[in-house]
């Protein structure tokens, strides 16, 4: 499968069709067990001690004991009787997320990696096939780091709701890439190459490649880090403008900013419009996507309008495999004429080939072998009803 391939991921999900089979069937009910962990006994000691205090009217001490109960996890992290495994694959890449300890995360990594090699051939990559502890570290899964979110600070209707909760982040690494083809000298620079085209063409090129990064990360929810790229990407541009007409920045900011109405409220970003009479105008736009989470997001871009054009007629014609002067079916060749003025040099008393093209008014007659020699000897061929 080549790298990057329109059928790449269809071929990897052919392939590996086997690889889901062994871990939805084998490996997922193996190391899935319980309904839910056990509380935690040290949790459990301290919420009899907080009610004891209560019930004393211990003030302080209620407050105390509340605070060791915050750092605390409420049911037991290390509990044997609990184990969770979840899949997800995308082509070649796929990720595993288990909740158990770390010696039999190794023994799941082994068991895949021995199914490969064995059933299907592969090898899994030592450098990219790691180990991460979800809650200390960062996994990386098709341009994300996925990691789980802990904070006893944080409260949400007087529980630490966010604990245990996976979430998505984008990569700093990927945003320094990213920008990095805009700078120069740790500076937003123009793009010369881009200084040859109209003000729609530079403000359609930066606004489509911003709105696609922007739009593949709106899952994260720190997708505001994108920040960065945007000034860097919106300076560039605006100095990319700047430099075809020979302006100031500040003049073109001005001449292109606009603020255009979004389900989020009015929202400021950049537009290069074409008038066209007696149609909608051309709208250009940069930076009208806020970097706000969506945790729904789809990718909203316009879609090409696909016109299903129908076959040529020569085509029809041809795949009809019938001669156009004798009627007789087999195999048929193509007679062609420059142009349908020529056909008037033969006078009024055109062949039969030559007043069927007149006819069809076309430059083109599907003829048979016999026909078609009888064409070019200058004869006509068999009669042919008028």
Known sequence: APQGGVASPILSSIYLHKLDQLVETVLIPEYTRGNRRARNPAYLDLQNQL???????DRPSARALRRRMVSLPSADPDDPGYRRLRYCRYA????PGFTGPKTEAAEIKQ???EFLRDELKLELSQDKTLITHARTGAARFLGYEITVQHNDTKKTGRYRRVNGQVALRVPLDVIKAKSALYLHRGQPAKQTALTNGDDYTIVSVYGAIYRGIVQYYLLAGDVYRLHR???????SMLKTLAGKHRSPVSKMAAKHKAK???????RTCFEARIERDGRQPLVARFGE?????????????RQ????DYPHKELITRLLADTCEICQQSGEVQVHHIRKLADLGKHGPFQPLWAKTMANRRRKTLV???????QVHAGQSAAPLTQ
């Not at 790229?229 to 300076?235: F, I, N, P």
């Not at 090409?304 to 016109?307: G, Q, S």
């Open 51 to 57: 009610a004891k205090a209560r019930r004393r009217g």
């Open 92 to 95: 070649d890449d796929h990720l």
């Open 111 to 113: 068991r895949l990696a």
């Open 229 to 235: 790229l945007r000034w860097v990407m919106e300076t």
């Open 260 to 266: 255009i109405q979004t389900p989020h409220g009015l």
């Open 289 to 301: 996507t806020p970097l706000h989470r969506k945790k729904m997001a789809t990718v909203v871009d």
């Open 304 to 307: 090409p309008i696909r016109v």
């Open 367 to 373: 003829v048979c072998a016999s026909c078609h020699d």
